[in-house]
Structures are given as structure tokens and as C-alpha cells.
């Protein structure tokens, strides 16, 4: 069982900057695919930044150039730099981790960005 532990959210007005981390612990297995989703109040979770063991990176169009996302393999953590935050990038995120061929999930941080 892979335990995620989030940490960085919080209230930050528009064009301000945050900085999420996700650490995992318990995996048998090399970790995989890591990365963040998110969901707006009344909205279906959507991915937002995933980064593979190899360093590729996969970005919701609407982040592009505004967020980063790395990992610390000897941490295992994964990391999501968010800059020029807008008002709609307000939202829980989620951690999210896969392991061997089992997706976890963080219990998710919000995001608030105020105009």
C-alpha cells in the first residue's frame, strides 16, 4: 500500500505563485508515472501535470507555461511549481501515483486563487 502525503496548498491571489509536494512511501515497486490532477467545485477531476520515471512530462493545455512538474526519485516526490495563477486554477489537487500497475491517490490540497 502507497501512502501520499501533500503539502503546499493554500489562498494566493491572482498572479501569485504556489508550490505543491507529494511525498510517497510504502512501494514495492519503482514508481512510475507521478503527477497531479485537479477538481473545481461541481467538475470532474482532471489531470493537470505528470512527469514518467524517465523525465517525460505530459501538461494540461491551459498550465502550459505557467506550471511545473518534477520528481525526486531518492524522495520519491513529485513536485508541481504553479506560477501566474488564475482564478479558474482554483481547485483541490490530488497526488497521484502509480506503482507497479496500481494507481494511488493523495487525500488532496486546495488551491484558492482570488482576483
Known amino acids: 500500500q502507497v501512502h501520499l502525503v501533500e503539502s503546499g496548498g493554500g489562498l494566493v491571489q491572482a498572479g501569485g505563485s504556489l508550490r505543491l509536494s507529494c511525498a510517497a512511501s510504502?512501494?514495492?515497486?519503482?514508481?512510475?508515472?507521478m503527477g497531479w490532477y485537479r477538481q473545481a467545485p461541481g467538475k470532474q477531476r482532471v489531470l493537470v501535470a505528470v512527469?514518467?520515471?524517465?523525465?517525460?512530462?505530459t501538461y494540461e493545455e491551459s498550465v502550459k507555461g505557467r506550471f511545473t512538474v518534477s520528481r525526486d526519485n531518492a524522495k520519491n516526490t513529485v513536485y508541481l511549481e504553479m506560477s501566474s495563477l488564475l482564478p479558474e486554477d482554483t481547485a483541490a489537487y490530488y497526488c497521484?501515483?502509480?506503482?507497479?500497475?496500481?494507481?494511488?491517490w493523495g487525500q488532496g490540497t486546495q488551491v484558492t486563487v482570488s482576483s
Open positions: 497521484y501515483v502509480v506503482s507497479g500497475s496500481v494507481a494511488y
Open positions: 510504502g512501494s514495492r515497486f519503482s514508481l512510475n508515472v
Open positions: 512527469i514518467g520515471s524517465g523525465g517525460s512530462t
